[in-house]
């Protein structure tokens, strides 16, 4: 069976494609990956080749494949300093949709911060749209129970009883009392 890179565009038979220890750990790091993000990362990598017109070669390929990995199983997203959101390997997936798509006018990438920025961006928007959603329920009242029992549990020892409050209310209104004068 022959393999057409498509990334460079290299004809090699499926064997000698895995005789390549990079070659090899770069197929591996893809079949890693989540499977919307996985079907993405070939064509995405492919825009950092050289515009000399050269292939990319396979220890950048590797270096460039590890970095995607960790960026999408990191646990949050976070981008320029704004707080961080939950990541998600379908925000990773739109984006390099979008990438591959519409690609930035200066090619090749040099890095993944355009990824990155619209990772994000898609990522604050679904978060954005989940606490839309958990506020309409907790005004409605349809908290899932392990919410609700946080949220209605009662504190186990209150800082002050309302006897307490009474009285301080009691004292400080009579300080702030002036007297009865003659009118």
Known sequence: MRLTCPSC???HSAEAWTNDGQARQCLLLVAELPTEVSRRAVPY???FRPSSGRGLQWSKALRLLAELRQLVMDAQIQWDR???RPNSAQAWAQA????????PRRLPLTSHGYLHSIAYDLANEADRRQEIRHNE???AGRLPEQTREHVDTPMEEP???LEQMRAIREERMGKNRIPNRER
């Open 9 to 11: 565009g290299a004809v």
């Open 45 to 47: 990598i492919a825009m």
């Open 82 to 84: 704004r707080p961080a």
């Open 96 to 103: 390099m949709e979008q990438v591959i798509q519409h690609p």
């Open 137 to 139: 329920m907790e005004r």
């Open 159 to 161: 800082l002050m009883t």
